[in-house]
C-alpha cells in the first residue's frame, strides 16, 4: 500500500523540479534577468532593458495606467507565465486584462526614455518610481 502513494508522489515532485530548472535555463521562458549597474544590481528584461516599480502600487495591483502606462509600460506577462513562475515572481491582471510580471507581489515595468539596455533614467522619477532590485544576497552562494 505504501509504495502505492509514494511513487506518484515522486513522479510529481520530479515533473515540478524539472518544470523548474526550464524556468531557469530557457531565456524565452523566463522573459526576465538581472544586470550590474551603476547603482547595483537590478532586474532586467531578457534584452537587458531595466525593470521599475510604482511606490503607489498596491501589492499584486496596479494603478499605473493610461499616460502612466505610456511613460512606464508594464512588463507584460503571457498566460503560459502564470504556472510556475521563478521564486519571488509572480503574474497579476491588470485592470484591462492584460497579465503583468511582478516581484515580491510588485508590479514590474519599463521606461520609455530608457533607449538602451543598462540604462535607469526612470530611477528616481518624480521620486516614486525606482529600479526593481533583487533582494540582499541573491545570486551568492551561501557559506
Same mark, same amino acid.
Given at each position: 500500500?505504501?509504495?502505492?502513494?509514494?511513487?506518484?508522489?515522486?513522479?510529481?515532485?520530479?515533473?515540478?523540479?524539472?518544470?523548474?530548472?526550464?524556468? =531557469?535555463?530557457?531565456?524565452?521562458?523566463?522573459?526576465?534577468?538581472?544586470?550590474?549597474?551603476?547603482?547595483?544590481?537590478?532586474?532586467?528584461?531578457d534584452e537587458g532593458m531595466t525593470l521599475y516599480t510604482y511606490s503607489r502600487?498596491?501589492?499584486?495591483?496596479?494603478?499605473?495606467?493610461?499616460?502612466?502606462?505610456?511613460?512606464?509600460?508594464?512588463?507584460?506577462?503571457?498566460?503560459?507565465?502564470?504556472?510556475?513562475?521563478?521564486?519571488?515572481?509572480?503574474?497579476?491582471?491588470?485592470?484591462?486584462?492584460?497579465?503583468?510580471?511582478?516581484?515580491?507581489?510588485?508590479?514590474?515595468?519599463?521606461?520609455?526614455?530608457?533607449? =538602451?539596455?543598462?540604462?535607469?533614467?526612470?530611477?528616481?522619477?518624480?521620486?516614486?518610481?525606482?529600479?526593481?532590485?533583487?533582494?540582499?544576497?541573491?545570486?551568492?552562494?551561501?557559506?
Open positions: 500500500m505504501a509504495y502505492r502513494i509514494f511513487w506518484p508522489v515522486v513522479l510529481v515532485a520530479a515533473l515540478a523540479a524539472a518544470q523548474a530548472v526550464a524556468w =531557469e535555463t530557457d531565456d524565452h521562458d523566463f522573459p526576465l534577468a538581472s544586470r550590474q549597474t551603476q547603482i547595483g544590481l537590478v532586474w532586467t528584461t502600487d498596491r501589492a499584486s495591483a496596479s494603478t499605473c495606467t493610461g499616460d502612466c502606462a505610456r511613460r512606464f509600460p508594464p512588463h507584460v506577462a503571457e498566460s503560459r507565465h502564470r504556472q510556475f513562475p521563478p521564486e519571488g515572481f509572480s503574474v497579476i491582471t491588470r485592470s484591462d486584462g492584460r497579465l503583468q510580471w511582478a516581484y515580491e507581489n510588485r508590479p514590474l515595468y519599463l521606461f520609455s526614455e530608457d533607449n =538602451e539596455p543598462g540604462n535607469i533614467h526612470g530611477h528616481g522619477y518624480e521620486d516614486r518610481w525606482w529600479v526593481a532590485q533583487p533582494r540582499a544576497g541573491y545570486g551568492q552562494d551561501d557559506p
